[in-house]
């Protein structure tokens, strides 16, 4: 049972984590993805990184560690965040934001694909269900005169990523705090975007409007900052039915705070698919009933 404090963080959490997708999607339109990726994850980790000292928890990253480090930031990191941020710009960002959460599906079958985990009969309603949500935005993309389907395939890719990182973290072994493995793998999430936004973009004039800076600082210090922190505590402590519904909630502020954020309108294709995409996500990740004698 969750106490009124928790489903207060719980509750904050799953707000700042929709709305994000929408601010995201308006900071593209001054700053190109990988720069924007490079900016607001640097800032984001250096700001974590200082919490968690202040808070005395050991940082450091011994060089044993660095190459286990590194190789969770590939998927978890890297992959995500450089797939779901080329697929934001390609789609509205309601739509992104639901593509994007058919992860847990993808960690399901991953893990049955390469740990041989068995699957019962709700993984294949939660299969069913994500591809239904995925097929519906893809149709509806090719459809469009203005449709990206492109987009589709870059979410999939990142949701694909999330799963295999999510995997690598519950099969790797080390005696480093969750928070200094995750901040060291965004700074060196942060050293990538850095290095290949130079070579795919070209430079930013940093000259940005007065709700741009505050769209940054949002990702900087809510998303990559302050949400991290609320996560740390409840992790801990949440039961898994409490993280699923978090997670089915996301998609929904996403696609409704885009209308108050970018101006999108969701038709009833992303209506539709936020409802596959949310039974696809119970289906995969709420606990089932145990049958007692």
């Known amino acids: 049972m969750l106490t009124s404090r928790q489903l207060g963080a719980l ?7 929709g709305v994000n997708w929408p601010m995201m999607k308006f900071s593209l339109r001054e700053l190109s993805p990988l720069y924007f990726r490079a900016v607001t ?4 980790a250096l700001c974590l990184l200082a919490f968690f000292v202040w808070r005395r928890v050991d940082m450091r990253l011994p060089w044993r560690e660095v190459g286990r480090v590194a190789w969770l930031a590939l998927p978890n990191i890297v992959g995500w965040h450089f797939f779901s941020i080329l697929g934001l710009k390609e789609l509205a960002s309601g739509r992104a934001s639901i593509l994007g959460f058919t992860m847990p599906v993808w960690t399901v079958l991953i893990g049955a694909l390469l740990a041989h985990e068995k699957l019962h009969a709700r993984v294949y309603v939660s299969v069913v ?56 793998m965004m700074l060196m999430g942060a050293a990538f975007f850095w290095v290949v936004a130079p070579i795919a973009e070209p430079a930013p004039t940093w000259q940005f409007s007065g709700a741009m800076w505050a769209s940054l600082a949002y990702g900087v210090f809510l998303n990559y900052g302050y949400a991290q922190i609320i996560w740390f505590g409840l992790a801990r402590q949440l039961p898994p039915s409490a993280s699923a519904f978090s997670i089915m ?20 294709t992303d209506l539709v698919a936020i409802v596959c995409v949310s039974v696809a996500i119970a289906s995969a990740l709420l606990p089932r009933k145990t049958r007692h004698r």
């Open 11 to 17: 509750v904050l959490l799953t707000l700042m984590w």
């Open 41 to 44: 994850m640097s800032g984001g």
């Open 249 to 268: 909630a996301v998609p929904v502020v996403g696609t409704l705070a885009a209308t108050l954020i970018v101006g999108e309108s969701p038709g009833w």
């Open 129 to 184: 269900a994500a591809v239904a949500a995925v097929g519906l935005l893809s149709a509806h993309e090719l459809a469009s005169l203005a449709g990206r389907p492109v987009g589709v395939l870059w979410m999939q890719l990142a949701a694909a990523s999330w799963a295999l990182g999510t995997l690598l973290m519950r099969r790797t072994r080390t005696a480093l705090p969750t928070e200094a493995v995750t901040v060291w």
